[in-house]
């Protein structure tokens, strides 16, 4: 990890921790000539405009009183998305009930990806209930076997 996420992570958990919030992420990445540091924050009842505001303003002022990072750079606030990321198990855990997407390393059943409803996991195996067509239909693979993971917005 980064010295700039690192301090950036120490600067922000106690604002975050006193708002009620938690951190999704951090980034600090340069795309073309621009530098951005990325911080996404979440909570159980979501994330809106004012909040980012709120964070922004008093991560900017900390940011500034700390000056540690060189580069110019574009400060963002924001939530992880409707179609965050789920990164471990215990996202996958904490996303139980929810409408997923995943795409398996290795084939189940020869399908190599589903969207459908996480209804449990125990001991690191997932469960899916997914339409196949107009089919209703249920799988369940290892974690292990995870590519790739995220939040789905169903329709």
Do not use: W
Not at 97 to 111: A, L, P, Q, S
């Amino acid at each position: 990890m980064s010295v700039i996420i690192e301090k950036t992570r120490e600067l922000v958990e106690p604002i975050l921790a006193s708002k009620a919030l938690t951190l999704y992420d951090i980034e600090y990445v340069k795309e073309g000539h621009d530098y951005f540091l990325r911080i996404y924050i979440d909570s159980p009842n979501g994330i809106d405009l004012d909040t980012c505001v709120d964070v922004s303003e008093a991560v900017s002022l900390e940011l500034d009183e700390k000056d540690f990072i060189e580069d110019v750079y574009f400060l963002e606030v924001s939530s992880p998305g409707a179609e965050r990321p789920l990164r471990s198990l215990e996202d996958m855990e904490a996303a139980i009930g929810e409408h997923i997407y995943v795409k398996v390393r290795e084939k189940v059943n020869g399908i190599e990806a589903f969207q459908g409803d996480l209804t449990e996991v125990t001991d690191g195996v997932l469960t899916i209930h997914y339409l196949d067509k107009t089919r209703k239909k249920i799988v369940s693979f290892p974690y292990s076997n995870v590519k790739k993971a995220r939040l789905a917005v169903k329709f």
